[in-house]
């Protein structure tokens, strides 16, 4: 289990992270969602224990990561900013890789290599940015970690590669009860694959919720009236209304059953609940449209 408790970090006078918590349980898919410079990067830094924080305390298994050769034995990591040593070709590499994880499955390598079409002779250095993102990924599930971060792995990929990496994570997910904490700003990829989401704004946990929990208590309705009574939703928690001629479009976060006995109390001609994307929910519970969604990348 990732466990994030109080997290805070400071650069100079910018507070990066705020009181930040994070539960990642075991076996589990974990989605890290936010805005742009809503600290994904950060806390991810901090839980490959790439840097201290300044206060706070992340444990894996337990122990604390920062220092702990034991833990980074067991995890892989796949930052969005590659680094490869310039001269190396990618069979130099898997022997380097070799050298650092105990695990290390060399059949499982060299089957990925065939499959993901890999050069082992051309330097990595001139591999393209999807090519390198490939091999930086082949790498990493040979080593067989028990724990797998990802930071944006599946920019620059083609449809077809995506595919088969969420099938590698998916099924060793399934087999070995590997754990995943990934940061994507792929909402709807996210959606299919994990198991419970963290939204994270301004270094600050806003919700942290297993995806099928979230979709039961965030909705999408469609309401019109005959003769529409005064403040109908008064008792109703609305994150955004907009009005589409006489029908009236609500995002409502609350349970499903409060939901429908209000609206049916009010006697409506045509109630709708209609589903919600993890993109909608992302974007209503941030404050919808006027806040700070001009700074997302779907």
């Known amino acids: 289990m990732i466990k994030v408790i109080d997290v805070n970090k400071n650069f100079d006078q910018f507070k990066a992270l705020n009181d930040l918590n994070i539960n990642v349980n075991k076996g589990s898919i974990y989605g890290l969602v936010g805005t742009n410079g809503a600290g994904k990067t950060t806390i991810i830094k901090h839980i490959t224990g790439i840097i201290r924080p300044d206060s706070g305390q992340i444990t894996i298994d337990g122990e604390d990561v920062f220092d702990n050769k034991n833990i980074k034995q067991k995890m892989g990591f796949i930052p969005d900013d590659l680094f490869f040593f310039s001269t190396y070709n990618l069979k130099e590499m898997s022997k380097f890789y070799k050298s650092l994880y105990p695990h290390w499955n060399e059949e499982r390598y060299n089957h990925m290599v065939t499959q993901f079409g890999l050069s082992e002779r051309n330097k990595l250095a001139k591999f393209s940015k999807g090519m390198q993102k490939q091999a930086a990924f082949v790498l990493t599930m040979a080593s067989m970690p028990e724990y797998l971060i990802l930071d944006e792995p599946i920019d620059g990929l083609d449809p077809i590669v995506r595919k088969l990496v969420w099938k590698y994570i998916v099924e060793d997910v399934a087999e070995r009860e590997m754990t995943v904490l990934v940061s994507s700003h792929n909402l709807k990829e996210l959606e299919g694959i994990c198991d419970s ?102």
């Open 197 to 298: 989401i963290g939204i994270i704004s301004k270094g600050h946990m806003v919700m942290e919720r297993d995806l099928d929990e979230l979709k039961s208590d965030v909705h999408k309705i469609q309401i019109a009236y005959k003769n529409k009574p005064k403040n109908p939703y008064k008792h109703l928690n609305i994150l955004h209304q907009e009005s589409r001629g006489t029908v009236d479009l609500l995002i409502v976060k609350d349970k499903r059953q409060l939901v429908e006995q209000v609206i049916l109390e009010s006697n409506p001609v045509l109630f709708d609940i209609l589903p919600l994307s993890l993109e909608e929910i992302f974007i209503y519970e941030l404050g919808g449209a006027d806040n700070e969604i001009q700074n997302i990348i779907f």
